[in-house]
């Protein structure tokens, strides 16, 4: 009754066309019900259940995001032809918020790791200064007090805090410490006659010494030519004892060791702890006592320098914040041991130490 257009498309035409469109949707269709399949723990996909766009990858896991993207690419643009920009531009923002989660994952899994990594080190940092704390309690027991801590020894000769903890807590040579020490650089008594720490002790030498307080095995005791390296200890001898810290890096020596843990030992007279005036002899701790080693800088690093170097930063990192009037430090009344971290740097906000402190601007 009623003539074609000429632009019209014959019937015939108009099927084939629908049925084109009617195919390619069943086709997206049995590819998701293919990608549920897949994804299911509990089914075992076929082989013929498995849509081109998830097929498994031929190389490893870490590969297998890539391949489902350039594959899920592939299967769109084949799609693309038969439904349109439209179904392009959905396509489009699946693929982005794809790259979107997976990006979001990886950062993830970054942070979540690099913690994991640091945090068991940190761990067994602290079950090293409680270790120490418990030496130190008893040579107090024995011996009356804890070891001095003073920049030099009796004769004037730099030995500072930590050298004069590994004495005390293990002795100059590791068999324990000479009950008649005074403490002195050369290892000889208070006369500065004797040798407290010969090479080979005899059944005497031994039967004077008390402890050693930890095991030589876990002490983590190192001489100062192994971390700084020989001919980098400054003022101090290269074969002086000192504790190192459960963050190892290779040294110049060639061993992988961490940073010597610095000893503090409160002054008894001590009143104050003036931030302002470091040098105020009323301060109750002395920053002065490790200053020299903390100035030896980073081992195989000579650009680093130490945030500790400067007498304020000892002051503000070991301030307590219970004490509601004047500053007080923590642990006024014992000893103070500090570890420089994570990043190997004195004065650092990764710094553990044997008490509980925040970093402070």
């Known amino acids: 009754m009623f003539a074609a257009r000429p632009f019209d498309s014959p019937p015939e035409a108009d099927s084939a066309q629908g049925d084109k469109k009617e195919r390619a949707v069943e086709m997206i269709r049995r590819r998701r019900r293919g990608w549920d399949r897949f ?14 766009a998830v097929r498994p990858p031929s190389t490893s896991f870490v590969l297998f995001p890539l391949d489902v993207v350039v594959c899920w690419r592939h299967d769109c643009l084949r799609a693309n032809d038969r439904l349109g920009k439209g179904h392009a531009m959905r396509n489009h923002t699946a693929l982005f918020v794809f790259l979107l989660v997976l990006l979001v994952l990886v950062s ?4 979540l790791t690099r913690n994991i990594r640091i945090n068991p080190v940190n761990v067994r940092q602290l079950a090293q200064l409680r270790s120490i704390e418990t030496g130190l309690e008893l040579f107090s027991h024995e011996v009356g007090g804890y070891p001095p801590s003073d920049v030099n020894d009796p004769a004037g000769v730099p030995y500072c ?13 590791l068999c324990g410490f000479h009950s008649r020490s005074g403490f002195r650089a050369d290892g000889l008594d208070p006369n500065g006659e004797t040798t407290l720490y010969p090479n080979e002790p005899d059944k005497e030498n031994l039967e004077a010494r008390k402890g050693p307080y930890l095991q030589r095995e876990n002490a983590n005791a190192y001489r100062l030519a192994d971390v700084y390296g020989k001919g980098n ?16 890096q290779k040294r110049p020596s060639g061993k992988k060791t961490g940073m010597p843990i ?15 005036d470091p040098d105020n002899p009323a301060n109750i701790y002395d ?20 945030p500790l170097s400067d007498p304020r930063r000892f002051y503000l990192n070991t301030m307590s914040d219970k004490s509601p009037g004047p500053s007080r430090p923590c ?11 994570y990043d190997g740097l004195y004065g650092t906000s990764d710094d553990v130490c044997n008490f509980t402190w925040k970093y402070r601007e």
Not at 39 to 52: G, L, N, Y
Not at 331 to 341: H, K, R, T, V
């Open 39 to 52: 994804c299911s723990a509990d089914q075992e996909p076929r082989p013929d259940s498995v849509p081109f």
């Open 108 to 111: 993830a899994h970054w942070y």
């Open 161 to 173: 805090g930590a050298m004069k903890l590994a004495e005390a807590v293990l002795g100059r040579d």
């Open 233 to 248: 200890t400054g003022p101090f001898d290269e074969g002086l004892l000192v504790f190192c810290d459960t963050y190892p």
């Open 262 to 276: 610095l000893y503090y030992r409160a002054r008894p007279k001590g009143t104050a702890h003036d931030v302002n």
């Open 287 to 306: 920053y002065r006592d490790n200053q020299v080693l903390v100035g030896l800088g980073v081992p195989g690093e000579p650009n680093a320098v130490h």
């Open 331 to 341: 642990q006024p009344d014992s000893f103070i041991l500090i570890s420089a971290g």
